[in-house]
């Protein structure tokens, strides 16, 4: 009789804590499918960008010292949205290409590329 109920309360709770929802949950933010390639240099200058084959005219940000006052949402509009993968990227500035590479942004990365 001693085992009989040993063996009912093992089983009890056994499914008691079995039955709790216990598991692992996986919480991700930002967009998923989207990266993104901005261009920093010394001084703010007007280039021009080619992104596998698709030709963007834009201005490079302005490399500054790491604040954390810093508000990185106003280099948004020098960013330019790509998805995730392999690029190919060239640069010109005043007609002469001064970079040209084949690059890897990773999902939800913003790829820095210094000039």
């Known amino acids: 009789m001693k085992h009989l109920?040993?063996?009912?309360?093992?089983?009890?709770?056994?499914g008691l804590l079995s039955s709790c929802g216990?598991?692992?949950?996986?919480?991700?933010?930002?967009?998923?499918?989207?990266?993104?390639?901005?261009?920093?240099?010394?001084e703010k200058h007007d280039i021009n960008v080619e992104i596998d084959g698709k030709?963007?005219?834009m201005e490079t940000v302005k490399?500054?010292?790491?604040?954390?006052?810093?508000?990185?949402?106003?280099?948004?509009h020098n960013t330019l949205q790509v998805s995730?993968?392999?690029?190919?990227?060239?640069v010109w500035y005043n007609g002469n290409e001064i970079y040209s590479k084949l690059i890897f942004v990773s999902s939800s990365e913003t790829k820095i590329i210094e000039l």
Not at 7 to 13: C, K, S, V, W
């Open 5 to 14: 109920s040993i063996i009912i309360t093992a089983i009890f709770l056994s």
């Open 22 to 42: 216990v598991g692992s949950y996986t919480i991700s933010s930002g967009k998923a499918d989207v990266a993104g390639i901005c261009f920093i240099s010394a």
């Open 55 to 57: 030709k963007h005219d």
């Open 63 to 76: 490399n500054k010292k790491y604040h954390k006052s810093r508000n990185i949402k106003k280099t948004a």
């Open 84 to 90: 995730p993968g392999k690029h190919s990227v060239k």
